[in-house]
């Protein structure tokens, strides 16, 4: 874990309430993993009192960039800053995403800011060659105008499934409903899902993982103090014990965690 002062290079809104940062934070950048998080302090003062944590949406050697939505008074006062100033920053914490092995089928699954560690995760599986494995990306959102990165996205060498709920893009409907469809056909292969997104989608998730035995991985947001473990205010029931997800987690097998005790 490193604290540094990360320098903002932009900040720009990138979707209706949605915005994107790059820091300047060398030696975090050159540590992060996908599915690990930053923990930000929005303000030099003590209001709002604890950080905030984020997604790291890419590292290169030198910069890092996060996605963020405004919800609250820590993000509102984040999305005013500009070019030049810096921020305090905790990182890279957590744990990442691990593709075990040789898959032939990775599905990732985003919903809405969820696309955040999964476009960083297709980014670096892409930029380690070979890979043999055959990578989907799901993506949903409520309307085109949602869709976070999206030209991004369609310069990745992946296969890639937009769902918009208001039919305005690719299938209409909610993404787990398209990544339903889909399921049967890639049962016949080795297969690792990585998702992130709403709870519900990751409840659903979870739920098909144990019941077509197949292995899956997601990352859970939760509500952090400290953001490295000492403080357990983030902590949730796991199959066999409590975990907390600023250090147990972020990202956690499905079946590490008690589904039915999570709201």
């Known amino acids: 874990m490193i604290q540094s002062k990360g320098e903002i290079l932009f900040n720009q809104e990138v979707a209706p309430s949605c915005w994107k940062m790059q ?3 060398p030696e975090i950048a050159n540590q992060a993993q ?3 998080f930053v923990h930000l302090r929005c303000t030099e003062n003590y209001s709002p009192l604890l950080r905030r944590p984020f997604s790291l949406h890419r590292a290169s050697e030198r910069k890092i960039e996060i996605l963020y939505q405004i919800i609250g008074q820590g993000t509102r006062l984040l999305a005013e800053k500009v070019q030049g100033e810096t921020v305090d920053l905790l990182g890279p914490l957590g744990r990442a995403f691990q593709v075990k092995g040789q898959p032939e089928i990775i599905v990732l699954v985003a919903g809405g800011v969820g696309i955040a560690p999964l476009y960083f995760l297709a980014e670096t ?4 060659p070979p890979l043999n494995s055959k990578l989907i990306l799901f993506y949903g959102v409520k309307s085109k105008e949602n869709l976070l990165g999206y030209g991004d996205l369609k310069k990745l060498r992946i296969n890639l499934e937009i769902a ?3 039919g305005s893009l690719g299938f209409e409907g909610e993404i787990l409903q398209l990544f ?3 399921l049967l056909s890639f049962l016949s292969q080795s297969l690792q899902v990585f998702a992130c997104g709403p709870l519900g989608m990751l409840k659903n998730i979870a739920s098909l993982s144990l019941k077509y035995n197949f292995p899956a991985q997601v990352s859970l947001e939760k509500t952090m103090g400290c953001g490295i473990g000492v403080c357990r205010g ?3 029931k796991g199959s066999q014990g409590y975990l907390r ?3 147990e987690g972020p990202v956690f097998p499905v079946e590490d965690i008690d589904w039915a005790a999570i709201s």
């Open 164 to 166: 918009t709920e208001d």
């Open 245 to 247: 997800v600023c250090k």
């Open 125 to 128: 599986l892409l930029k380690k």
């Open 23 to 25: 820091l300047l934070a």
């Open 34 to 36: 996908p599915g690990q």
């Open 234 to 236: 983030c902590v949730i």
């Open 180 to 182: 339903q469809s889909r």
